[in-house]
């Protein structure tokens, strides 16, 4: 596995965590899965945590879908 | 040198409109109210606007000055987003209806929801300072909502209302602890009010900036402060509350933090520390500027403060400027409170069905708009307002009379 791919699967199963009934797809947004603004904070914060991660929020909020930001966190992490 | 909040007081309206009636009417998806944790919204009336709020927040607090104490009120800040006038100042009509010294300083500030704290702080310094001894200083924090449905999920989340912060030597609802704060600001466009009659808002930015600046505050405190324990050193926190929900989630953030605390082990802590803050927020909506002295107000009404306590507030305001700070409470704060009825006067507020609420909105918005001359037919709220248990003297708007507003005491 790369380190793209270790990242989209704690992305993954964050969001999973969050919103237990979300069908992800990495070309959605958050709020296209159903996340609300509290929703999206906890999504970012638990990925940043699990990661190791110290970041500030507004670093991601233009951030057009799932995928992208695991393109933005894959390369904090590298 | 001891200085802070001598007396405290909210006005929130006279009517509201139950969150989940305002989802249905609307169509909002009501699986969203969980996050939300809001149960109603005030409402302002068409006579109401941010003078009337302003002094209806204020008069219980000067009416229990004696007189030789209302003299000494040397220093009055308005903080609004709800200017009047590029030049007059809503602090010029506040000072009229509240009768206060002629020698006293007038003026107006504003930064979004944070200007009244940049108010009291700078309050407390001159307070504390000695170079006026036994001044007192008010600070209103006053506003109105121009909100509609283009409002979208913000629309069952704002406030009106105001907020009145008397500023002295004999701090009996909230010692500052002085020299502690922390601020952090910068500029972005999260969410603005570009003219009269609508706000722009920027969700997720504004959310973000919110929990970034809180971050970066605490920092800033701690490196001011020795011996900072966010888990500890703070028995309640009382925070700027765009919806309760936020919160919640920025008392998350702060845990998992500074205390190493994961998000599932936090929920006891946040219902000892932080519910408590949230009692009246939840029922009002975000009072701008004033919100963190609602959810202070909310506070000290319901949590135990028998042996003091020390809380640590929060203050956002979009544009953005923030601060964290604190401060002590005890039995006196409950005591000087009480005698408010903050709690009566939210639950004397007449409910308004949707029907109702939506046909107040086009007057309602247009309450900012400069006009020469109008007249607000105070009478055809009527209806409403016999519904409603204020119990005492209100003033309302009566209209502009070359551009010069006009008001009355009515007796409610």
Redesign the interface.
Known sequence: MTMRDDVELVVHQQIAEILPSARISGDLHLKDLGA???????IL??VL?RLGLRA???D??DVPNVDALVDVLAERVS | MTAGIEALNVYCGVAQIPVRALFEGRGLDVDRMGNLMMRNRSVGLPFEDPVTNAVNAARPVIDRLEPAEKDRVELLITSTESGLDYSKSVASYVHEYLGLPTTCRVVEVKQACYAATAAVQMAVAYVASGISPGAKALVIATDVALVDERGQYAEPATGAGAAAVLIGEDPRVLTVDLGAFGNHSYETMDSARPAPTFDIADSDRSLFAYLDCLTNCFEDYRSRVEDVDFATTFDYLAMHTPFAGMVKAAHRKLMREFAGTPPAQAEEDFTRRVLPSLTYPSMVGNLCSGSVYLALCSLIDHAPLDGGARVGLYSYGSGCSSEFFSGLVDHRSAEELAAMRVGDHLAGRCELTFEEYAGLLPANLRCLVPEQDRRVDVEAYEGILDRARAGRDLLVNTGTKDYHRTYEWLSI
């Open positions: 609300d603004s509290v929703d999206r904070v906890e914060l638990g945590d500030p929020l507004s991601f909020r």
